[in-house]
T-cell receptor, first 113, second 114 residues
Framework: AQSVAQPEDQVNVAEGNPLTVKCTYSVSGNPYLFWYVQYPNRGLQFLLKYITGDNLVKGSYGFEAEFNKSQTSFHLKKPSALVSDSALYFCAVRAGNTGKLIFGQGTTLQVKP | GAGVSQSPSNKVTEKGKDVELRCDPISGHTALYWYRQSLGQGLEFLIYFQGNSAPDKSGLPSDRFSAERTGGSVSTLTIQRTQQEDSAVYLC????????????FGPGTRLTVL
């Protein structure tokens, strides 16, 4: 069965520093991976996805993610964090032919000035 | 263009009452999904529609939950005889057909069962 793990409940980083939010996955077959961000009392906003191709995927708001097949990881990164990046981040994997998503438990990113 | 919209944004109901939650997907998106977000269970898939058909209902937690979609557009999630454990945020998402296309989420309906 497909699953996603986000090992950190919270990540704290200072503004201007690089950030990494970790995600590992377990799937049968080729993985289709997604990152979403959720601001308070809002729905999920799509950041980026890996379907095939380059292992480094670039997305919205300066975020990128690195797909690593051997480590079954899809970590979210940003070279320089902003206070406005503070939010809840979800990693997800597509499950089956219906396109439904299996989500990790979420990681709260706190960027301090 | 317009995104996914959901109504109501908040719903407070008494235990045992029925509730209906509405989702308006992005125009042209044939695939529609319902998810539930709760503190204890995280984000859980409930049901998937392709057009008006629901080929995957595997996430519906009990027979008190049902959903329909009409005209390949609006979807309604109905919870009968609500229980306190139904309290959660219910999210709707839609996407274009196509294997790698991402889902676009609505703002959610926060359901509180007293």
């Amino acid at each position: 069965a497909q699953s996603v793990a986000q090992p950190e409940d919270q990540v704290n980083v200072a503004e201007g520093n690089p950030l990494t939010v970790k995600c590992t996955y377990s799937v049968s077959g080729n993985p289709y991976l997604f990152w979403y961000v959720q601001y308070p009392n809002r729905g999920l906003q799509f950041l980026l996805k890996y379907i095939t191709g380059d292992n480094l995927v670039k997305g919205s708001y300066g975020f990128e993610a690195e797909f690593n097949k051997s480590q079954t990881s899809f970590h979210l990164k940003k070279p320089s964090a902003l206070v406005s990046d503070s939010a809840l981040y979800f990693c997800a994997v597509r499950a089956g032919n219906t396109g439904k998503l299996i989500f990790g438990q979420g990681t709260t990113l706190q960027v301090k000035p | 263009g317009a995104g996914v919209s959901q109504s109501p944004s908040n719903k407070v109901t008494e235990k045992g009452k029925d509730v209906e939650l509405r989702c308006d997907p992005i125009s042209g998106h044939t695939a529609l999904y319902w998810y539930r977000q709760s503190l204890g269970q995280g984000l859980e898939f409930l049901i998937y529609f392709q057009g008006n058909s629901a080929p995957d209902k595997s996430g519906l937690p009990s027979d008190r939950f049902s959903a329909e979609r009409t005209g390949g557009s609006v979807s309604t999630l109905t919870i009968q005889r609500t229980q306190q454990e139904d309290s959660a945020v219910y999210l709707c998402a839609s996407r274009l057909t196509g294997f790698g296309n991402e889902q676009f989420f609505g703002p959610g309906t926060r359901l509180t069962v007293l």
